[in-house]
């Protein structure tokens, strides 16, 4: 299926899909754009190495470290690179196995290895580490993924798992993107392809991971990048190779298409500039406490009220609640922000007041005629108090 083009944004409902189970989310809002029982909890096959791989990177701090191959011989119809009983391979590399091959014998490898000889004990931890993520629709009981009883996820859990991985690690997101790879270390050089043929196919798909036994089907847990927003979708019980990429492309092409990343609200951002209170020309910053980012249907017609008052008096410290900001899309409110005073207002001092009251035009011109009109007093009183005094005789 070709990769549509950023022009082609016409609005269209969610795809019928010939699945067990899907989910499509946005990865930095966690926004479901679509959904097909995502909670169920189904097989999983080798999408179970996401965890195999968290669990890794979170206990190894050198991708250098080298370990031994266990007593693991993987059977002849599963994923593997041959390795060998006693064969020492580096992490970078067995992982680079894990994600792209889908390698059994590399889960094996590193499971034995991280759980200190105990693959056992290297399963518990996935659990742990499962329930502490909130995965509740996951139990691991094979770091591998084949049908074993206890080994289940659902569409949901997988895609927050991924999400999980790839903003946590970026040597994770760095490989699941590559195409093929080289493992140098081991008894000789291999050269490794990605199962997952939609990366390097697709342009803008970057990951993850695929699986298949007989019990789950085809499972594809996929991750995509267009126009600065990035998807992830998973897609479980599909019938074929064929099937599983056509579904995420479906998935992740309608996601693409009817959905866009906006930012209406940026922390920081002047959004309104009262006047301040007996300080005449002085206005005050107005921001916007937080950034505000949400996945919006296209056609989506999206707007700002603000809520502020027309002047402020100090004193204020900064960072005061003054308002807030109504973000409304379609005519709907979906967010308030609260708006902040970006700097310290002080208080007009009394003596400020006194003077900028005296100073005033008005006030000496009222001043300037009280004046006049003492003075104008002053001279009628002066004159009639010397037509009332008497003659007084000549002298002798």
């Known amino acids: 299926m070709a990769a549509a083009g950023p022009q082609a944004a016409v609005?269209?409902?969610?795809?019928?899909?010939?699945?067990?189970?899907?989910?499509?989310?946005?990865?930095?809002?966690?926004?479901?754009?679509?959904?097909?029982?995502?909670?169920?909890?189904?097989?999983?096959?080798?999408?179970?190495?996401?965890?195999?791989?968290?669990?890794?990177?979170?206990?190894?701090?050198?991708l250098s470290t080298t370990f031994t191959q266990n007593d693991y011989y993987a059977a002849a119809v599963d994923s593997q690179i041959g390795l060998v009983p006693g064969e020492r391979m580096s992490v970078h590399d067995l992982l680079l196995a894990l994600m792209l091959p889908s390698a059994d014998d590399a889960a094996e490898d590193l499971a034995f290895n991280v759980g200190h000889g105990s693959v056992g004990r290297f399963v518990s931890m996935m659990n742990a580490r499962a329930r502490a993520l909130g995965l509740t629709h996951t139990h691991y009981s094979t770091p591998i993924g084949l049908d074993t009883p206890g080994n289940y996820s659902s569409a949901a859990d997988l895609v927050k798992l991924a999400g999980y991985v790839l903003t946590h690690s970026s040597y994770f997101a760095r490989i699941v993107a590559l195409p093929r790879a080289v493992l140098y270390t081991g008894n000789h050089t291999r050269v490794i392809l990605n199962r997952n043929t939609l990366v390097g196919r697709v342009p803008w798909i970057n990951g993850v991971k695929t699986g298949h036994t007989s019990g789950a089907g085809y499972v594809l847990v996929a991750s995509g990048t267009r126009n600065g927003m990035t998807l992830l979708s998973a897609v479980l019980g599909t019938s074929s190779e064929a099937s599983r990429d056509a579904s995420t492309l479906a998935l992740l092409n309608y996601g693409f298409d009817n959905f866009s990343l906006r930012t209406p609200?940026?922390?920081?951002?002047v959004l309104a500039r009262p006047a301040v209170k007996d300080r005449p020309g002085v206005r005050a910053d107005v921001i916007a406490a937080a950034t505000y980012t949400r996945v919006l249907p296209r056609r989506a017609k999206v707007r700002l009220r603000v809520e502020a008052p027309k002047q402020l008096a100090g004193p204020l410290k900064a960072?005061?609640?003054?308002?807030?900001?109504?973000?409304?899309?379609?005519?709907?409110?979906?967010?308030?922000?609260?708006?902040?005073?970006?700097?310290p207002l002080a208080a007009v001092s009394p003596l400020t007041l006194a003077s900028r009251f005296l100073t005033r035009p008005s006030t000496l011109v009222s001043v300037f005629a009280l004046l006049g009109l003492i003075v104008a007093l002053a001279v009628v009183w002066r004159s009639r108090m010397r037509g009332r005094e008497p003659d007084r005789p000549n002298a002798a």
């Not at 609200?265 to 951002?269: C, H, K, L, P």
């Not at 960072?319 to 700097?343: E, Y």
């Open 319 to 343: 960072r005061t609640v003054v308002g807030r900001v109504v973000v409304i899309a379609n005519g709907r409110p979906i967010a308030r922000i609260r708006l902040l005073l970006a700097h």
């Open 11 to 62: 609005a269209s409902g969610p795809p019928q899909l010939s699945v067990r189970a899907a989910v499509l989310v946005e990865q930095s809002t966690w926004r479901r754009l679509d959904a097909i029982n995502a909670d169920e909890p189904l097989p999983i096959a080798s999408t179970t190495k996401l965890m195999t791989a968290l669990i890794t990177l979170e206990h190894v701090h050198h």
């Open 265 to 269: 609200v940026r922390a920081g951002t």
